[in-house]
């Protein structure tokens, strides 16, 4: 598959510090979690879910409890040494997930 070098790469960086997005973050936090978009998480494990969910994180740091969420849901600090291919790869995923839908992607 496609993502299987960016998990190779991401694998070698584990554990990642990543944020919510605000949207993430307001669900969370919505749903009694204590987590804002300004909330530090660890991806500890990455995974490819196929062509239907692209890339999933494992993230710690939620409490006692541990949650999968889409890498698409998650903001890598600029200074991070693959933030720029998580970047892309996010970027290009979600215009997928739009066009499938018959939609086009805003600006973020």
Request: glycine fraction near 8%.
């Amino acid at each position: 598959m496609g993502n299987t070098k960016l998990i190779e790469e991401m694998e070698l960086q584990l554990p990642i510090p990543v944020y919510p997005t605000k949207d993430l973050g307001s669900y969370l936090s919505q749903n009694g979690k204590d987590i804002t978009a300004d909330t530090e998480l660890m991806i500890t494990k990455v995974f490819d879910s196929g062509d239907e969910g692209g890339i999933i994180c494992l993230l710690d740091g939620i409490n006692p409890e541990a949650f999968v969420i889409s890498i698409t849901l998650l903001r890598v600090k600029p200074d991070h040494p693959l933030f720029d291919k998580i970047s892309a790869y996010q970027k290009r995923r979600i215009r997928s997930i739009f066009r499938s839908k018959g939609l086009r992607p805003g600006r973020r």
